[in-house]
């Protein structure tokens, strides 16, 4: 049975810090790994896709790899903004039972 | 180019009640999900239609159920009402890729339910 963790549940920076959010996914079996960040009360938005077959993708200030072999991704945002301020989440699309299945997320919050 | 929505957006309802709620996807996107976010539960996968059919379900009973019209759009249900169904229920959209899987997925806003 597919399960998605992220680490850390919480994270808190000061403005301007790069950092690094953790996926980890315990079957290789997938077809792709989506990034997205929700607001407190809102929906879910789209940051990044990555496909199986792919290693990487980047978008402005972020960029997210992907380790299939390992299930491992990483979400890197440079230079921090409070903006930023957000729970993050990824959710992988698995093979098996083609079902999406979604980490907890990182609660990261950017101090001004 | 408007985004997934959803109807309504909020809704109280009580025990035993039944409700259905709404999701029109993005123009052109042929594949609809739904999911219920609880704080204790996270995110968990209801369903998914494509072209008028269910194509996978998760893990919920069959008081939770759904359908998706010719032009995308769906409508989930839920059946006697228990105060656990209290949640956020968001839809996504997509475009399928050329194998018809791992398309991104675009959500709503949500229904916020609340059963009393």
């Known amino acids: 049975k597919q399960e998605v963790t992220q680490i850390p549940a919480a994270l808190s920076v000061p403005e301007g810090e790069n950092l690094v959010l953790n996926c980890s996914f315990t079957d290789s079996a997938i077809y792709n790994l989506q990034w997205f960040r929700q607001d407190p009360g809102k929906g879910l938005t789209s940051l990044l896709l990555i496909q199986s077959s792919q290693r990487e993708q980047t978008s402005g ?11 491992r991704s990483t979400l890197y945002i440079a230079a921090s903004q409070p903006g930023d301020s957000a729970t993050y989440l990824c959710a992988v699309r698995e ?12 609660s990261l919050s950017v101090i001004p | 180019k408007a985004g997934v929505t959803q109807t309504p957006r909020y809704l109280i309802k009580t025990r035993g009640q039944q409700v259905t709620l709404s999701c029109s996807p993005i123009s052109g996107h042929r594949s609809v999900s739904w999911y219920q976010q609880t704080p204790g539960q996270g995110l968990q996968f209801l369903f998914e239609y494509f072209s008028e059919t269910q194509r996978n379900k998760g893990n919920f009973p069959g008081r939770f ?6 032009n995308s759009r769906s409508e989930m249900n839920v059946s006697t009402l228990e105060l656990g169904d209290s949640a956020l229920y968001l839809c996504a959209s997509s475009w399928p890729t050329g194998t018809m899987l791992g398309g991104e997925q675009f959500f709503g806003p949500g229904t916020r339910l609340t059963v009393l």
């Open chain 2, 65 to 70: 159920s759904g359908r998706q019209f010719s």
């Open chain 1, 61 to 71: 200030r972020l960029n997210a790899s992907l380790d299939k072999s390992s299930g």
């Open chain 1, 95 to 106: 093979t098996s039972y083609d079902k999406v299945i979604f980490g907890p997320g990182t």
